[in-house]
Structures are given as C-alpha cells and as structure tokens.
Nanobody
C-alpha cells in the first residue's frame, strides 16, 4: 500500500522559512516525478513545484525564486524548501507522485494527507 507522509509544516512569520518533507512508502518512486500542491480555503488546488526523475523542475511564477524542490531517491523522500514566505503562501500543502511530468492535479497518481503552512504578517 502506497503512503505519502508529509511533515515540516507550521506557523511562521512573513519572511521566514520552512522545509517540508514527504516520505513515500509501499514502493519506490525513483523513476516518477514528485511534487507539491497547495490549497487555501475557498481556492483551487494549485501546483507549487515538481521534480522529475532526472531532476528537471518546474515552479509557477508565484513561488519561483523562493521555493526549491529536491529529492533523495535513496530515502524515497522529496523536500520543499520555502524561503521568504508570504501570508499568501498560507495553505494546506500536499505531496504528490505523478503519473507523468505535469502540472495538473489530473496528472497525479498518489496524494499525501497534507501539512498546514500558516504565514503570519
């Protein structure tokens, strides 16, 4: 049974940093893209970052230059380093394993349960 478990969320002041981790179990995902989505109350789930098996990455403009995604295939883990956080980054952040390299929630094969990130002004 595949499980994705996120950790590292919390409350931080604007301008601060957080590092999210996503531990995958049940199978290895070294050949699959992994990524992060977020969803704020009343808003659609949106892509935050994706990293392919060959380390190619994608970020939307809203987080480019502030967020960095990485992965450690030996640990079956993905990370999201978030710097210069803003109140508008407040959301539930979901780890994901993709069917292929894409940016839509339709491209996702597996989801984590989410970890809350709250940025105070």
């Amino acid at each position: 049974q595949v499980q994705l478990v996120e950790s590292g969320g919390g409350l931080v002041q604007a301008g601060g940093s957080l590092r999210l981790s996503c531990l995958a179990s049940g199978r290895t995902f070294a050949s699959r893209a992994m990524g992060w989505f977020r969803q704020a109350p009343g808003k659609e789930r949106e892509i935050v970052a994706i990293i392919n098996w060959n380390s190619i990455t994608y970020y939307p403009d809203s987080v480019k230059g502030r967020f960095t995604i990485s992965r450690d295939n030996a640990k079956n883990t993905a990370y999201l380093q978030m710097n210069s956080l803003k109140p508008e980054d407040t959301a539930l952040y979901y780890c994901s394993v993709f069917k292929w390299f894409g940016t839509s929630w339709n491209d996702v094969d597996y989801w984590g349960q989410g970890t809350q990130v709250t940025v105070s002004s």
